[in-house]
């Protein structure tokens, strides 16, 4: 593994500093009390790949823990050699540090084309799947805007129907979260984010962030939180629906206008997120996505444990 061919390129670590990077939330501090590093492949100064990596005090080093991925990103083209020579420099550098396991969220193929070969790559050098997740995408930038286009007549019929409105923007107060806690609550749903975590994000980014509200006579009746991970990408991060309300295709109305956002932003594909719990796939929201979804990608953990003579 180690017998590479002489490259120009060059081999860095470095401490975090304000990134360029099209996914914002790697400038985003961790809570906790970790040793943060970025390891990158650069040739002629640009950076062509690149890894940020927390490590805790007991050395775990995870790329990156509580954001929706970290992984090994890749800017422009690079051979694999190259690639599989940077993933071993990594490795060799935290072994060094006395690391005890390195973990790789490593995003979904729309947010990183070279996935699927990185994959092969950490499973070629010993690396174990610890977890995989299937999110659920809608692709095409044209594709979402002739979708967007025939959901916005749907909403008007809708809403010509009963008395319902749809309301989205950007988030102005985080009020909306207390009902969204509470009708997943009242519903059986744990809700794993982190209120005060998400208020700082959106606090240093505002642009990357948006909440679709449904009204019924004024009152809301669901919410969701939608994030621009990507510039060309949105996320279909929380959603909740008032287990009270009695209206029909409510759901429905959400994702209608996540798509007319998604068009707004001229994003090239949504992320439907994940349907998946600790407990197993709920196939029932799984099949409610399938009617917005046109391609199924895995979000997969990678874990390698290190042997310290």
Not at 228 to 249: Q, R, V
Not at 250 to 259: A, E, I
């Amino acid at each position: 593994m180690s017998d590479f061919k002489p490259t120009s390129a060059e081999f860095r670590v470095q401490s975090p500093s304000r990134s360029s990077s099209t996914y914002f939330l790697l400038d985003f501090p961790l809570f906790g009390n970790f040793q943060q590093l970025e390891f990158q492949w650069v040739k002629k100064e640009k950076v062509k790949a690149k890894v940020h990596v927390a490590i805790s005090d007991s050395g775990d080093a995870v790329s990156l823990p509580g954001l929706p991925f970290g992984g090994i990103l890749t800017e422009g083209s690079i051979k694999t050699d190259e690639l599989e020579q940077f993933i071993f420099e990594t490795v060799e550098d935290l072994r060094r540090r006395s690391c005890t396991s390195f973990s790789v969220i490593q995003p979904p193929k729309p947010y990183e084309p070279l996935s699927q070969l990185i994959e092969n790559i950490l499973f070629k050098m010993g690396f174990v799947q610890e977890s995989v997740q299937s999110h659920q995408f809608f692709l095409g930038k044209k594709r979402i805007k002739k979708q967007a286009k025939t959901f916005e007549e749907k909403l008007k019929k809708e809403e010509e129907k009963s008395d319902t409105s749809v309301i989205k923007g950007k988030i102005s107060n985080f009020n909306f979260l207390q009902d969204i806690k509470k009708w997943n609550s009242d519903r059986g749903y744990q809700m794993a984010f982190d209120e005060n975590r998400l208020i700082q994000q959106v606090s240093l980014f505002p642009d990357r962030y948006f909440q679709i509200s449904v009204l019924c006579k004024s009152k809301p009746v669901a919410h969701a939180v939608a994030v621009k991970l990507m510039p060309e990408s949105l996320y279909y991060f929380l959603s909740a629906i008032d287990p009270k309300a009695k209206i029909p295709n409510c759901g429905d109305r959400v994702l209608h206008s996540l798509f007319q956002l998604a068009a707004e932003q001229k994003s090239e594909f949504i992320d439907l997120g994940s349907s998946e719990t600790e407990s197993g796939i709920n196939h029932g929201l799984m099949f409610f996505k399938s009617r917005f979804s046109n391609d199924i990608s895995n979000k997969v953990t990678w874990k390698l444990r290190f042997r310290h003579e």
